[in-house]
């Protein structure tokens, strides 16, 4: 699947969406308070669609908003408290959208919240942290989404990976929600796996609803996009220093979100990989059908013992 794009990894969201008329949609992003979400929320929003943001930290949250309308005076944005963290939050989430008159479908649902600890650190229910937010947290709080989603004419999920996807080459079901300590996983490795996830999960839901008009897809926004992604280790940070000649800005960053989540022709976007705006080919393993279904059985199986979802 080769697509025909005319933006390249120095395009902006905005240009992506020139001449775009989004109004009548409706698209959520997690993690919209800052960063690549930020400003693909505001871009969405700048082109019309009602954009609901999903925070955890109600006030960074509401500063989004009031910096959207600022930039945008007629943006018709709204703010939803999710932590991806916590299995109670994003059933509350689920539940008060989609118990919404106003919101009788969702159009778009861009999963970009991430984070990556530098240090071994678990969730309330034991579960390692960045695993936690990057996978199982969207692949619950989409499936809680989905009867919503496929109530839109031509519902488009987009999955927010990673290059780091690449490493590790196989995704390590044994260890995947805990990462023991004791085995050495690194937060670079639970990183990758989580970004493995978030490809593989894209490519599960486009063999699973596919069918159901569902178009679902993975990108990669591009590598250190100066955003606060990291920030907490000097190890990150003297990274992202040595490489500021090569990062993208975030609006940049945000391009490759936006585009496939709206672009026209569905076919050319089913299930694929994309990177700095255009087909990219992902790792042998993310491009795996098997592991997607196995991942995808093996989250909703864990699901029983993790959240009453
Ligand atoms: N920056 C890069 O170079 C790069 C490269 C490849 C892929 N990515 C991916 O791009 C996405 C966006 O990253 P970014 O660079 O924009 O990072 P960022 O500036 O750190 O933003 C991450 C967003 O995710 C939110 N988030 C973190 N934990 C959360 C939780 N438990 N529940 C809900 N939201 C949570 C953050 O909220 P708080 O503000 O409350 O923490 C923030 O809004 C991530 O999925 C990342 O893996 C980034």
């Known amino acids: 699947m080769t697509l025909p794009s005319t933006f390249n990894r120095n395009s902006t969201a905005d240009q992506v969406l020139e001449g775009k008329n989004l109004s009548g949609k409706i698209a959520m992003v997690t993690g919209a308070n800052g960063g690549i979400g930020y400003e693909t929320a505001r871009s969405l ?7 609901i943001l999903g925070c955890r930290n109600s006030r960074l949250g509401e500063e989004a908003l009031a910096k959207i309308r600022l930039a945008h005076p007629n943006a018709q944005v709204e ?4 932590d991806l963290a916590d299995p109670a939050s994003i059933a509350a989430c689920v539940e008060s959208l989609s118990t919404r008159n106003d919101i009788p479908q969702l159009d778009i649902l861009i999963c970009n919240a991430g984070s990556m600890s530098t240090k071994y650190l678990l969730t309330d229910q034991g579960i390692e942290r960045t695993v936690a937010v990057c996978h199982l947290g969207h692949f619950i709080l989409t499936k809680g989404l989905l009867d919503t989603i496929l109530k839109a004419p031509a519902p488009r999920i987009v999955m927010v990976s990673s290059e780091s996807h690449r490493y590790p080459l196989r995704l390590n079901f044994d260890n995947l929600l805990v990462a023991k300590k004791q085995n050495r996983i ?3 490795n639970a990183y ?3 970004k493995l996830c978030n490809a593989l999960m894209a490519l599960e839901l486009q063999q699973r609803y596919g069918s159901q008009g569902l178009t679902a897809c993975a990108v990669h926004p591009g590598a250190l996009v100066t955003t606060g992604f990291g920030r ?6 003297a ?3 040595l490489a500021s000649p090569l990062t993208k800005t975030p609006h940049q960053g945000a391009a490759t979100s936006v585009l496939f989540a709206t672009h026209d022709n569905a076919e050319d976007i089913a299930g694929g990989y994309f990177s700095h705006c255009r087909t990219a080919r992902c790792s042998a393993e993310a491009g795996n059908k098997d592991v997607a279904k196995k991942l995808w059985d093996f989250s909703e199986h864990h699901l029983h013992n993790y959240a009453n979802v």
Do not use: D, K, R, Y
């Open 45 to 51: 929003a700048a082109a019309g669609a009602h954009v």
């Open 79 to 82: 703010l939803v408290s999710l």
């Open 186 to 188: 690194t937060a670079f």
């Open 192 to 194: 990758g796996q989580a």
């Open 232 to 237: 907490e280790s000097w190890l990150t940070q």
């Open 239 to 241: 990274l992202f220093t």
